[in-house]
């Protein structure tokens, strides 16, 4: 090759090298934009001098806030290296010789004070025992290093930072505890230092502890194995909220506060409102300038593959759990609508929605004991009269209520039914229900006194509880009143009965208006039909109302708890008009579900 030839090909190649080395350090130095990120490099750096103990001071001093950070690490030995050395960390040196703990290791930490003030002096004593002071200044290539005089040489590092940014100023002590809980949360734990900030403008002290989640931990989570490095997850199990988010962390330091504002992780399960906790992968590579992302490189490439068991393991365990809320939250929705449409059941006609039959369960438990004695009484041992009269007394408290159970004084009174369409001429039972303060029924002590308020009609034994309306021959809106007294209280009910010549035929060979058997209030399942009409439909096989849980308003109506109740009550109250008025007109239907939704909503509650 000719020497002309050579001569140009040497000049297309060569290495890259920094132009102006004052505008990189400038970069560099700018590219940090979190100013606690900035404060959290400078703990981080007395952690990684194996400090015990960190103070933190915000104050002002001769009118100028300050920021002030004292360690009792082992100090910094040689200042003009650091100065020197920018992008050329002693930490990465250390890290190749096998040191650990150790989180720095591009030698740009110390620049990030240009995001909190102007200016910076570090005080400290390293192996040689003497004191030595650095000063840097924002936008200026300068430093000076001093020694410093005094009686007795601090130990340790000092390090404040003057004339702090207007912006930064508003960074309460309590915002930089809060900061420093989670992101520094696992070296906090793992190395044991106590951090003290002492916030003297507003004359608070806040002790720095490790950020504690409030869900279950999981135990079961799968190995997770890498061969560049260990990745360490730490998660919980929490109620579904907003906040909760997976933080992403290298060697105990955060890097991300939420995983999924990373692409590939934006989706279930990572963005589930369900988890909230920690993965700590140690490889990966951070940006350098912000240590707030790292690089995607191979290293993010196979903390990727990594992850895919986890990843299932974690749908599974929320699935679970969804169901398992979901079933909660049925029996939970099941109970509140049984106990308003058995609250509804007193003001409606018994006898035309027979579903609401519902037997309590303590005459069942009375009926048993009974039976049981009488069984055994065949019995030679049943014949001892101290065992009979110990029998006796056994039933007798059985049979008498909890101390809880017993009502209180009268406070309110209904008649049953309050509403209450029948024939001209037609008969029509009514009761009176006394209750007191928590609605439970009295049984004694109280009278009655019945009366027809307006309209026309007879009442016989218009002073017992259980009375007989007479309808006359002519139709009409007839109001029946029933004054309830104990003692010197006195409650008013009303009953509204509309005497009609029009009615909605009945099955007579059962009483009632479908010709089913009176059964208990029927439960509810879910059937996913997603892009079917259909929102619920009664099947009487399984005495189970079925609900569509595809549907589009089942899908609104779930987005809250309370309108997903009235959702599932709405139709309830369809599937029991229909049921139990098969024959009846559309009009009718309508009438009687709206009939049926009123008194049932008044007593639902969220």
Known sequence: MSKKKQATTNSNSGKLKIGNNWNAITIIALSQNNPLKAIAEFVENSIDARAKTITIIRGKKKGETYLKIIDDGEGIDDFKYVATHIGDSIKRKLKKHGATGIQGEFGIGLLSFWTVGEEINITSTGKSGEAKRIKLVKNNPGFQIKDVNSLFSPTGTELVISSILPGVKQLSGEKIQNYLASELRDRISKTGVKIKILDR????????????????????????????????????????????????????????????????????????????????????????????????????????????PLKDFLITIINEQKKAEEDKASKNILKKITKALQEAFHHLPQEEYSWLQIKPGK?????????????????????????????????????????????????SAIISPSSVIIGVGDKKKLKIIARDKSKRQLDSGYSVKWYVEEGEGVIDNPEKEFVQFTATDEPGIISVGAIVTQDDRECLAECIITVTKELI??????????????????????????????????????S??????????????????????????????????LSNFPEASRGDLLERMIELQMYMEENLRG
């Open 201 to 308: 403008t507003s004359r608070k002290e806040f002790l720095v502890e490790p950020r504690k989640f409030k869900g279950r931990l999981l135990h079961d989570i799968p190995e997770i194995k890498n061969p560049l490095g260990e990745i360490y997850c730490e998660l919980y199990l929490n109620e579904p909220l907003q906040e909760n988010q997976i933080g992403l962390y290298k060697l105990g330091t955060r890097v991300l506060p939420s995983l999924k504002t990373v692409e590939h992780f934006n989706c279930f399960p990572w963005d589930s409102p369900y988890l909230e906790g920690i993965i700590d992968a140690s490889f990966i590579q951070l940006t350098p300038g912000t240590r707030d992302g790292f690089i995607y490189d191979h290293a993010y490439e196979s903390f990727i593959i990594s992850l895919e």
């Open 363 to 411: 005459k069942l438990e009375v009926v048993r004991s009974n039976k049981l004695i009488s069984d055994d009484s065949r019995k030679d041992t049943k014949t001892d009269p101290v065992y009979l009269a110990t029998e006796i007394d056994r039933i007798s408290d059985f049979d008498q209520k909890e101390f809880f159970e017993i009502p209180g004084p009268l406070y």
């Open 505 to 542: 035929n009945k099955d007579k060979s059962t009483g009632s208006s479908n010709g089913i058997s009176k059964k208990g209030l029927p439960g509810y399942t879910f059937q996913k039909a997603p892009g079917e009409l259909w929102r619920s439909r009664f099947d009487t096989a399984t």
């Open 544 to 577: 189970l109302i079925i609900i569509n849980n595809g549907h589009a308003d089942f899908i609104y109506a779930s987005k809250a708890k309370t309108r997903k109740l009235r959702y599932v009550a709405k139709l309830f109250t369809k599937e029991l008009v």
